[in-house]
C-alpha cells in the first residue's frame, strides 16, 4: 500500500511537471513575443525623422544634467504620471513659444506613450532649428516596462500610467494602467 502511495505521489509529480512543461512551451513564446510586437508596432508608427534614444542611454545621461526632458502628452496624462524631471509640452497646444527658454544647442529628449506624439514633436523642434533633438523609443511605456520610475505631480514614485485608452494598455506590462 505505501508503494502504491509512492506510485501516486510519482505519478501526480510527472503529471505536474508535464503541465508546468506544457505552460512554458505555450506562455513563454507569447511572452518573448510581446516585446517583438512591441518592437513592430512602434517601428510602424514611427517615420525615424527624429533620432531614437533608448531608455538604458536616457537613464544613463538624464542622470548627469545631460538632457532637457519634455513629455509630449496630454496634461491628463502628465498628471497621472511621468519620467522625473520631465517638462510638460501639450502636443495638441503646441506653440514655439513653449520651448523658446531651450537653448537650441542643448540636447532634448522627447517622449509620449510610445513615440508617435514625442516624434511629431521633434520634427517641429527641428524645424525651429534645434539640433540635438531625441525621441524615447517606446515613450513611458517601455521605460515603464524596463522597472524604471515615474511620478506624480507631487514628485512621488508611483506604478499608475496613463495608457492614453483601453486598446493601447496591453503595450504597458509593467504598473498600473490608467485610462478613461
Known amino acids: ?7 501516486i505521489t510519482g505519478g501526480h ?10 505552460l512554458g512551451v505555450f506562455i513563454c513564446p507569447f511572452r518573448c513575443m510581446s516585446q517583438k510586437d512591441f518592437d513592430k508596432k512602434i517601428n510602424s508608427l514611427l517615420s525615424h525623422s527624429v533620432p531614437l534614444i533608448h531608455e538604458n542611454e ?19 496624462e502628465y498628471e497621472i504620471s511621468h519620467i522625473k524631471g520631465a517638462n510638460f509640452i501639450d502636443y495638441e497646444g503646441f506653440s514655439p513659444n513653449m520651448v523658446s527658454d531651450i537653448d ?7 517622449y509620449c506613450s510610445v513615440g ?3 516624434e511629431k514633436i521633434g520634427e517641429r523642434l527641428q524645424e525651429l532649428g534645434y539640433k540635438n533633438v531625441f525621441n524615447l523609443y517606446g515613450g513611458i511605456f517601455d521605460w515603464k516596462n524596463k522597472n524604471n520610475a515615474v511620478v506624480n505631480p507631487l514628485n512621488v514614485e508611483t506604478d499608475s500610467v496613463h495608457t492614453y485608452n483601453k486598446s493601447w494598455s496591453k503595450w504597458l506590462k509593467e504598473g498600473v494602467k490608467v485610462y478613461e
Open 58 to 76: 536616457l537613464r544613463a545621461d538624464f542622470t548627469d544634467g545631460e538632457f532637457i526632458l519634455l513629455d509630449t502628452r496630454s496634461l491628463k
Open 13 to 22: 509529480l510527472r503529471l505536474r511537471l508535464y503541465k508546468l512543461l506544457i
Open 1 to 7: 500500500m505505501n508503494s502504491g502511495a509512492h506510485f
Open 116 to 118: 508617435y506624439r514625442s
Open 104 to 110: 537650441k544647442d542643448k540636447p532634448v529628449v522627447l
